[in-house]
């Protein structure tokens, strides 16, 4: 219901958008922006290009200088342009959006090497996120940075991979494909709701927000969706092996990238510290990162018989 | 196992409301839980057991105002979500 509610509110933004851009055009009589100043080999070319939309003009201004109409129009893009901010304002208050653009700014060679670093983490030497006066840098600079455009994407292609395993086992219908989404979207809010809970119990002062603690359990999908595959196409035996590896891989990733986010420095750095307070945290990390293989095993068994 | 929306929403509503039934005299002091028992030390870290009872004592705290569950309002909510799940094929 959350995606539901943020998605026409994106439509409704993109929709405004549109049409205040259409609405602006018919100022100059032109209906189109001139982008042709490039140089005057490209002139020649595009002074035909010019003549045409100027051709439209003509007729459209007929159109425009009815004042009636200009009015109306004038009032139709002050309407538009107010409604967007409204639903700008509103909108920032529920789903922080200018935070969501930052997990969104990632790159192909971002994803790549992050793809790479969650199937294979064992070779990655430096865990640690950059900053940059104080914020993380994107994602794009940096490749230990959380991002949400994986786990979206790998969260869809699970679903569409569930309704592919349960297809060639003849237990497909639409309604399933339904069911899948909301069940698993319900275990990832489950598990971002205990990992909350949990760190507020150890009273840990970290930087992680809500949204890293989705970006961290939706890594997990990605080994998930090549283990379903792996199974439909080999049999049962490469299923398992597929889970084992990416349940070794989710683990090692999931404690090198928390360790330094959970534990205070010295721990962070692997010397022994005492104390019942540094102990907590270890064993919070060890759960945290133990419980997502057996998220992985628990979400996909039923696929493959 | 199918979890839907609803029954995450179902699940937290009975959570939220067995905390907030906890009574404060009969039961909670009497294990050593009480609400006066926790504030310890005012050190850096409170502990585990510190921000149990801080968290318990919070959501009695909002809860009193609104104890729908207990009321009849836990099972007019239940025949809804019954209507609606069985009106849809889907059940989010």
Redesign the interface.
């Known amino acids: ?1 959350d995606y539901s509610a943020a998605q026409s509110g994106f439509r409704q933004q993109h929709n405004m958008r549109l049409r205040n851009s259409s609405v602006d055009g018919p100022d100059g009589g032109q209906l189109f922006d001139d982008t042709s100043a490039a140089g005057p080999a490209n002139q020649g070319v595009y002074r035909n290009q010019q003549a045409g939309p100027q051709a439209a003009g003509p007729p459209g201004q007929s159109f425009l200088s009815d004042p009636m109409s200009n009015l109306a129009m004038v009032y139709g893009s002050s309407l538009a342009t107010q409604g967007r901010e409204m639903v700008d304002k509103n909108l920032d208050r529920f789903i922080p959006i200018s935070k969501l653009k930052y997990y969104f700014a990632v790159d192909t060679v971002y994803v790549g090497k992050k793809l790479g670093i969650l199937v294979f983490p064992y070779m990655h030497k430096n865990w640690e996120v950059s900053y940059q006066q104080d914020t993380p840098v994107a994602p794009r600079f940096d490749v230990n940075a959380p991002d949400l455009y994986i786990p979206t994407m790998a969260f869809i292609t699970y679903i569409l991979v569930a309704g592919l395993a349960l297809g060639t086992q003849n237990r497909f219908s639409p ?1 399933l494909l ?2 899948q ?3 698993a ?3 990832l ?2 598990e971002v709701l205990a990992v909350l809970l949990s760190l ?4 840990v002062n970290t930087d992680l927000t809500t949204i890293d603690l989705v970006a961290f359990s939706g890594y997990k999908y990605v080994g998930m969706i090549i283990g379903i595959i792996a199974g439909l196409l080999f049999g049962r035996l490469a299923y398992y092996l597929s889970m084992l590896w990416f349940c070794g891989a989710i683990f090692v990733f999931m404690i090198r990238t928390l360790r330094l986010k959970l534990l205070s420095e010295a721990a962070a750095e692997g010397k022994l510290v005492r104390g019942t ?1 540094n102990q ?1 945290r270890m064993y919070l990390t060890m759960s945290i990162a133990a419980a997502q293989p057996v998220f992985m095993y628990w979400l996909t068994y039923h696929l493959i018989r | 196992m199918a979890f839907t929306l609803y029954t995450l929403i179902q699940t937290a509503i009975l959570c939220i409301n067995a905390i907030a039934v906890l009574h404060e005299e009969r039961f909670l002091s009497k294990m050593g839980w009480g609400a006066d028992q926790g504030v310890g030390g005012f050190g850096d870290d409170p502990g585990v057991k510190a921000q149990i009872l801080n968290l318990i004592r919070s959501v009695r705290t909002v809860m009193r105002g609104g104890v729908v569950v207990n009321s009849g309002g836990y099972r007019v909510l239940q025949l809804l979500g019954e209507r609606i799940c069985d009106n849809a094929s889907w059940c989010i």
């Open positions: 219901m309604e339904g069911v989404a909301s069940s979207l319900v275990w809010i489950m507020y119990l150890v009273t307070r907590l």
